[in-house]
């Protein structure tokens, strides 16, 4: 199986983030006292980009592991390899991570199959320290290696929901959608879309994400707003961009698509 992973080094290009509260000092600190930080809340809220942001202001390399259902220890901790006429032996990204002091980022842990929470059981506590048991060795973490979750509990339903056990390993963060002046201006500075259309767009985002009714899985996220702004700047027409990068990846229902689609309009 390939091992999914993104190697980010640190560069002169500092990722745009808005902070909305006081997450950059509760990661600092976090680091400082080499603690595992958990980042909780809906998809699209800015947890991705915040670790970006974050590994960028500590100059340290990041790697990120999108986990899903297939995702196991192995993957992360490595596996033997046959090259040539030998064996050899290739450490995954967390062994890696944990060797060199670089953040590793495990985006929707609970997605991953159990024995990947096992393996970072001995990284979360004040051992610090990752067992490889294929090579039977114990390795302790670098100073600079930093463990962050995230994960989205409001739709984690019996095996993806993260045991207490586990979540009590984790300094916590919540993230929630921003307040309307500050999405728009997230969306103004990703895209350099003009305000008046910044603020149509952050509308269209909470009328929708107060049709609670709807029942829908996700709601509105910042991202599809994005990327319905980088649309229009482009020259789509506004409610076309809105209904393919809004509306229709929430939904697969006609109806309630007809429905979204008949709100927006009335709102850009």
């Not at 100059?59 to 064996?87: Q, V």
């Amino acid at each position: 199986m390939e091992i999914l992973t993104e190697t980010k080094l640190s560069n002169n290009k500092t990722p745009y983030y808005k902070a909305t509260g006081k997450e950059l000092d509760v990661f600092t600190k976090t680091f400082e006292n080499k603690l595992p930080l958990l980042l909780k809340g809906p998809t699209g809220t800015g947890k991705s980009r915040f670790v970006e942001f974050a590994a960028h202001q500590c100059n340290l390399p990041l790697i990120t592991i999108s986990c899903h259902e297939e995702t196991s220890s192995t993957d992360l901790i490595g596996r033997y390899i046959i090259k040539g006429a030998e064996t050899v032996w290739i450490d995954g990204p967390l062994t890696i991570a944990v060797k060199k002091g670089y953040i590793l980022y495990l985006d929707e842990v609970a997605e991953a199959r159990p024995d990947v929470i096992v393996a970072i059981h001995s990284l979360t506590d004040h051992r610090r320290e990752l067992y490889i048991d294929k090579l039977g060795e114990t390795i302790k973490a670098h100073e600079k290696f930093m463990l962050i979750a995230s994960f989205n509990p409001g739709y984690q339903k019996g095996y993806k929901e993260l045991k207490p056990s586990t979540r009590q390993r984790f300094v916590a963060l919540s993230f929630q959608y921003p307040d309307a002046k500050t999405e728009a201006e997230i969306i103004i500075n990703e895209t350099g879309i003009g305000e008046d259309i910044a603020k149509k767009l952050v509308n269209i985002g909470q009328k929708i994400r107060n049709l609670r009714e709807l029942g829908l899985t996700e709601t509105v996220s910042t991202r599809l707003l994005i990327d319905a702004a980088k649309l229009i700047f482009s020259g789509l027409p506004k409610r076309h961009a809105v209904k393919v990068a809004v509306i229709e990846p929430l939904t697969d229902d006609l109806d309630i698509i007809q429905a979204l689609t008949d709100t927006s309009n009335l709102l850009i």
